[in-house]
Structures are given as structure tokens and as C-alpha cells.
């Protein structure tokens, strides 16, 4: 069946770096648009990043500029390069489908803590 999993997560000051990855299984991982997910305390769950299956991709204004997102298919693995972390990036990370309606069953995610 479809797993992702994130890891990579942890406590950060701002201004500091984190990178995240995803692992995938379970389906042909080349063949599918891809992205970033954070929730913080409260709030809904947001895409911040998109890479489609042809490596095209796509950001959240907020992230627009800091994240870079990028994806290693032979390898079934997605990543998200967090520069400039700022104390309202903290949330938890998840990775999942981002194109069409379909969503896995949402993983742990992993959590991303910036202290100022």
C-alpha cells in the first residue's frame, strides 16, 4: 500500500537550516506530482511546496525565495531545503500527493521547531 515518511525535523534557531525527506512506496513515486505540507498549532493543514512528476515546481508566498523543494526518483524520495527557517515556519511537515484530489493517509510528519 502507499507509505510516506518524513524525517529530517528538529529544533532550529531562526535564521538556521533544516532538510526534510520523504520516502515512498508503494506506488510508481516518477509518475506523480508530489508536495510539502505543514500544520502549526490551530490551523489547517497548507501546501507550501509542489514538484510535479516532471520536476516543475511551485511555493506558498511565504516560503517563496527560503524553501527549495526537489525530488530524487530513483531513489523514491522527495526533499524539502529549508533556508532562513523563521520561528512562524514552525509546524509539523508532511509530504503527499499534490496533484488531483487523491490524498494518502496523512503520516506522523516530522516536526519542525524555530526558536527566535
Known amino acids: 500500500q502507499v507509505q510516506l515518511v518524513e524525517s529530517g525535523g528538529g529544533l532550529v534557531q531562526a535564521g538556521g537550516s533544516l532538510r526534510l525527506s520523504c520516502t515512498a512506496s508503494?506506488?510508481?513515486?516518477?509518475?506523480?506530482?508530489m508536495g510539502w505540507y505543514r500544520q502549526a498549532p490551530g490551523t489547517q493543514r497548507d501546501l507550501v511546496a509542489r514538484?510535479?512528476?516532471?520536476?516543475?515546481?511551485n511555493y506558498a508566498d511565504s516560503v517563496k525565495g527560503r524553501f527549495t523543494i526537489s525530488r530524487d526518483n530513483a531513489k523514491n524520495t522527495m526533499y524539502l531545503q529549508m533556508n532562513t527557517l523563521k520561528p512562524e515556519d514552525t509546524a509539523v511537515y508532511y509530504c503527499?500527493?499534490?496533484?488531483?484530489?487523491?490524498?494518502?493517509?496523512w503520516g506522523q510528519g516530522t516536526q519542525v521547531t524555530v526558536s527566535s
Open positions: 508503494g506506488f510508481i513515486f516518477s509518475l506523480n506530482d
Open positions: 503527499n500527493f499534490a496533484g488531483g484530489t487523491y490524498r494518502a493517509a
Open positions: 514538484i510535479t512528476s516532471r520536476g516543475s515546481t
